[in-house]
């Protein structure tokens, strides 16, 4: 699905200087390698504030601390995500209201959001799946509306643009009260361990993420409220600041694998190919295909068959986790969900393919139709 080694290889002398340059310093944590990461992921955002992390998951823990949200509020997020997503929600002792996505971006459903809006509603997580940022001129004038947070959950989306109303453009995840991305290897900015970060414009509450993430310290040793140890490591902040140089050059080559891939399929009377939404780029974390009827999973199966790695993002909704399992949902309450679970398959997405690589993945799956 992804090749790190031979990414690695292209950019070894400047990684294996940046890593050796923090050995030698041994400043291992909060070292000038992570303010040197911020200040370079702030400049390429155009946001005031990036604050590192340990992980992706963390960042959305975080963020939802820092927003003052308290047992009993409800935080509407969408069923088609990663875990952690409604994890964070759930183990903060909030409640997380589930709902479904729209069929073609796999983005967080409007209409759904405005359905789901009880007097505790006190926040929205859109998560930008698979590389698109979600519609979220939409989903700040409701919170608007409502009163409610907007945190972004960034974690796959990482240089895409999105065009607001006024015809200004912002990255994905600068755009609601607070953003959250993870530097997970595989993701499109991925260091070579564990990492995460936070975005906001807001001082006050950079500030206040700030005292959280260092165990809730404002005066070393004086707490002034609950925090967590979360930060990124000096030599991940490191390589991320190396790696971030190389970013839109990553983004652009997923782009260019996308176009040979939709060259490919487009049209194809079985396969429906990732729908473009017009005010976001997409910076094609996954490459995602719906199989219409049934033969999603043999599809998947005759690809294994040719070494080519396919995988199903995701399998299982989280209305339907048995970790999850709550009386208000039910199988049938999310039916576009329900469906993409069974019809979607992504494709090898990286940034080291060659046109060999890519037109063997192409044929195979063309072939599989012309046999099945
Ligand atoms: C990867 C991911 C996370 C979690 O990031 P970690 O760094 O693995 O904790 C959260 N949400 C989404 C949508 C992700 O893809």
Not at 343 to 348: E, Q, R
Request: proline share 5%.
């Amino acid at each position: 699905m992804v090749d790190l080694k031979s990414q690695y290889e292209k950019i070894k002398p400047e990684i294996d200087s940046a890593i050796n340059e923090v050995i030698s310093s041994t400043a291992f944590i909060n070292g000038p390698a992570v303010k040197g990461f911020q200040v370079a992921l702030e400049n390429y955002l155009g946001v005031k504030h990036v604050i590192p992390c340990a992980n992706g998951t963390d960042a959305l823990q975080i963020s939802m601390m820092a927003l003052g949200l308290k047992p009993g509020d409800e935080v509407i997020a969408p069923s088609f995500t990663f875990i952690a997503t409604a994890e964070v929600i759930a183990l903060l002792g909030l409640t997380p209201v589930l709902v479904d996505v729209e069929p073609g971006t796999f983005n967080i459903s409007i209409d759904s959001v405005i359905k789901a809006i009880t007097p505790r509603t006190k926040a929205i997580v859109p998560v930008h799946l698979f590389g698109q940022t979600a519609d979220m001129d939409a989903i700040i004038e409701t919170a608007r509306k409502y009163k409610l947070f907007v945190i972004e959950d960034s974690c796959q989306s990482i240089g895409s643009d999105y065009q607001d109303c006024d015809g200004k453009w912002k990255k994905s995840g600068t755009i609601g009260d607070v953003g959250c991305t993870s530097f997970f290897p595989s993701k499109n900015l991925g260091c070579f361990g564990d990492g995460g970060a936070i975005f906001t414009n807001d001082d006050a509450l950079a500030a206040k993420i700030r005292v959280i993430v260092n165990h809730g310290m404002t005066v070393r040793y004086y707490h002034d409220e609950i925090g967590v140890n979360s930060r990124l490591d000096s030599i991940q902040a490191a390589v991320l600041k190396v790696k971030l140089n190389h970013l839109d050059r990553y983004i652009h080559a997923r782009q260019q694998l996308a176009a040979a891939y939709n060259a490919a399929f487009q049209g194809h009377s079985e396969i429906i190919v990732p729908e473009q939404f017009n005010k976001s780029t997409h910076v094609f974390h996954q490459y995602t295909l719906q199989i219409k009827g049934s033969k999603r999973n043999q599809l998947q199966e005759y690809l294994a068959s040719k070494d080519i790695p396919a995988m199903i993002y995701y399998p299982v909704p989280i209305h339907l986790q048995k970790a999850y399992l709550d009386p208000r949902y039910k199988q049938g309450d999310f039916p576009v969900t329900e469906q993409l679970i069974n019809t979607v398959i992504s494709l090898p997405m990286h940034t080291e393919m060659d046109e060999e690589q890519i037109a063997y993945i192409t044929s195979n799956v063309l072939s599989f139709f012309k046999e099945m």
